[in-house]
Structures are given as structure tokens and as C-alpha cells.
């Protein structure tokens, strides 16, 4: 239940009604037994500016931004963070004072799914893709003082990526499964094994026993790579808790509380998912 005093955010998309982000956080805001509410708010490119605008002048905290406004989002920004200026994209927004604060949670959403799976040390990383998630991990693990090597089908978007992070290597897509013992930690960044979309060929043939494979996409929850390298003995890390973890700083920013990932709170999205 709440209340006329109830603390509100958002998440903005266009489409939203995929996002898992209001079911995530109303748990939370339950759980804690805070006075508040979490909406989707489904809004087009044209209206992005002032559906921000006017979700300020209502009193909301602030609000998540999903695909397609999470560019657009910087313009809108009085204040960008560090995350969000590495990631090339804005995922949360607080309004703060008169500022409109942006920042991307997914690079530290990553590593903290790698810490709640204890591997937080597995280096140095190969990742597979060079789009948008790829960016936001590559930098957070970079700004951690990793080695950080990509390998993406288009070669021009990884030399692309490699002109905005400094220090960041890159080697040819078909190089992957050959450069595998070379690597702690292998991370599908790209859309491959998604459900609906073709399967990611990655040959573990080379992979050293000690080798973390991650993969960020979590439909389905274990995808074939995850699938394979568990077969092989590997250590495994899935696609949910990155994005569990990296909606954990804006609820603690709109709500004042820190949650935290749990059991319960993965098995509430996870069967979500799996009513697909
Ligand atoms: N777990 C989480 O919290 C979380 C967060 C963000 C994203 N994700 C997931 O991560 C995935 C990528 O998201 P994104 O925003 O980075 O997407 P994106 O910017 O569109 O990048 C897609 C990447 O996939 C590669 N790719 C697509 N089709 C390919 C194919 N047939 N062969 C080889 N490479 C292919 C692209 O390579 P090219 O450059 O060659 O096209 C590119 O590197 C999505 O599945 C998304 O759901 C998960």
C-alpha cells in the first residue's frame, strides 16, 4: 500500500513492458516496508526530454533509462558521472537538488555479480562482442586494473571501442577460441544465445581449467555457453545477477536503502523469466 508521501521512480523505455525492473524493485520497496512505488513509463524518443522534465516536477526521485533513450539521456543530464562517460550511455538518473544526475550501473553491476559468485580476481578477460554492454564492462573492469582484450565480428566497432578505453587490446573475432588459454575470464557480451537469436560458436576446446565464463545474456537463464563450460568443469557466472546487482545503486539512491541480492529476490525474476 501506499501512501501521499510515497517516494516514486520509474523506469523509462519504449517499448517497457519487458522490463523486469518494476517487479525487481517493488520487491525491494516491500521488503523493506518503505512507503513508495516503481512504474514503468513508457515513453517515446520525441517525449524523452520532457517526460524527464516532468517527472521532476512531480516529485519523483528519479528513474531508470532503458533502449532507446539511454544516448539520448546525456543531453537531458545537468551532471554526468564517470560510469556513464565510460559506458557511453546513462542507465539511472537521480534528481539531486536541482541537478539531473546521470550514471550507468552496469559495469559495477558486473563485478559485483563476479564477487557474489566469488571470482572477482578471474583475469585477465576476454570478451566477446564490442556494443553497448561490452563498453560499460570493459571499462568498469579496465578502471579495476584488469587486462581487458575484445574480440567483436565487426572489426571496425572494436577498433572503435578500443579509441575510447585506453589500454583496452583487441584480436580478431576468428582468433577467439585459439586465444582462450590465454584468458582467466571469457564474457559473452554479445547478443548470441539469446532467445530468438542464433547461438554464439565458441569453441572452450583451449580454455585452461581455471577459466570463468560469464555470459550476460539471462534468456534463458543458462545459455549453451554456460551450458558448455559447466559440462567442461568450468566455473560459471549467468546473465541475472549483473542485472539484479546493477539496480541495486539507484534503489539506494531514490529510497535510501541499500538492498541486497538474495535468493529470494533471484528466484522472483528468475521464475519471471521463465514464464516466457
Ligand atoms: N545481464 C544484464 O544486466 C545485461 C545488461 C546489458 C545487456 N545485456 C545483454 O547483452 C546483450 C548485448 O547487449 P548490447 O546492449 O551490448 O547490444 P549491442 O550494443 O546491440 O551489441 C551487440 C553485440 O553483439 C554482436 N553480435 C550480434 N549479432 C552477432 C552475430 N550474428 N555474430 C557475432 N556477433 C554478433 C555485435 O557485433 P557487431 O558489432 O559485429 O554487430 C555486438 O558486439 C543483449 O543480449 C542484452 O540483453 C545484459
Redesign the pocket.
Given at each position: 500500500m501506499i501512501t501521499g508521501a510515497a517516494v516514486l521512480a520509474g523506469v523509462m523505455g519504449h517499448p517497457v513492458r519487458h522490463s523486469r525492473s518494476p517487479l525487481l524493485h517493488n520487491f525491494w520497496l516491500a521488503r523493506h516496508g518503505i512507503d513508495g512505488a516503481y512504474v514503468p513509463l513508457a515513453v517515446a524518443p520525441a517525449d524523452f526530454a520532457t517526460a524527464v522534465h516532468g517527472l521532476r516536477a512531480a516529485g519523483f526521485r528519479g528513474c531508470n533509462v532503458t533502449?532507446p533513450h539511454k544516448e539520448a539521456a546525456f543531453a537531458v543530464c545537468s551532471r554526468v558521472e564517470d560510469s556513464a562517460r565510460l559506458a557511453g550511455a546513462v542507465n539511472t538518473i537521480v534528481f539531486s537538488g536541482a541537478e539531473i544526475v546521470g550514471s550507468n550501473t552496469?559495469g559495477a553491476?558486473?563485478l559485483a555479480n563476479l564477487a557474489a559468485h566469488d571470482v572477482a580476481d578471474a583475469s585477465p578477460a576476454l570478451l566477446?562482442?564490442?556494443?553497448?554492454?561490452?563498453?560499460?564492462i570493459a571499462a568498469a573492469l579496465l578502471a579495476a586494473g584488469r587486462a581487458v582484450t575484445v574480440a567483436?565480428?565487426?572489426p571496425a566497432?572494436?577498433a572503435a571501442l578500443q579509441a575510447q578505453l585506453p589500454g583496452l587490446q583487441v584480436i580478431a573475432?576468428d582468433a577467439r577460441a585459439q586465444a582462450l588459454a590465454d584468458f582467466g575470464l571469457l564474457v559473452n557480451?554479445?547478443?548470441?544465445?539469446?532467445a530468438g537469436?542464433?547461438a554464439?560458436e565458441m569453441d572452450l576446446f583451449h580454455a585452461e581449467a581455471g577459466l570463468v565464463v560469464a555470459d550476460?545474456?539471462?534468456?534463458p537463464l543458462e545459455t549453451a555457453l554456460l551450458a558448455a563450460a559447466r559440462a567442461r568443469g568450468l566455473r560459471c557466472v549467468g546473465?541475472?545477477?549483473?542485472?539484479l546487482h546493477?539496480a541495486v545503486p539507484g534503489f539506494a539512491a531514490w529510497f535510501g536503502v541499500t538492498p541486497v541480492v538474495d535468493d529470494a529476490v533471484t528466484a522472483l525474476i528468475a521464475a519471471d523469466i521463465g514464464r516466457l
Open positions: 533502449i552496469d553491476g558486473f566477446l562482442g564490442a556494443g553497448g554492454a561490452a563498453r560499460a567483436n565480428r565487426s566497432r572494436a573475432w557480451t554479445t547478443s548470441l544465445g539469446m537469436q542464433p554464439l550476460i545474456v539471462y534468456v546473465g541475472l545477477g549483473m542485472l546493477q
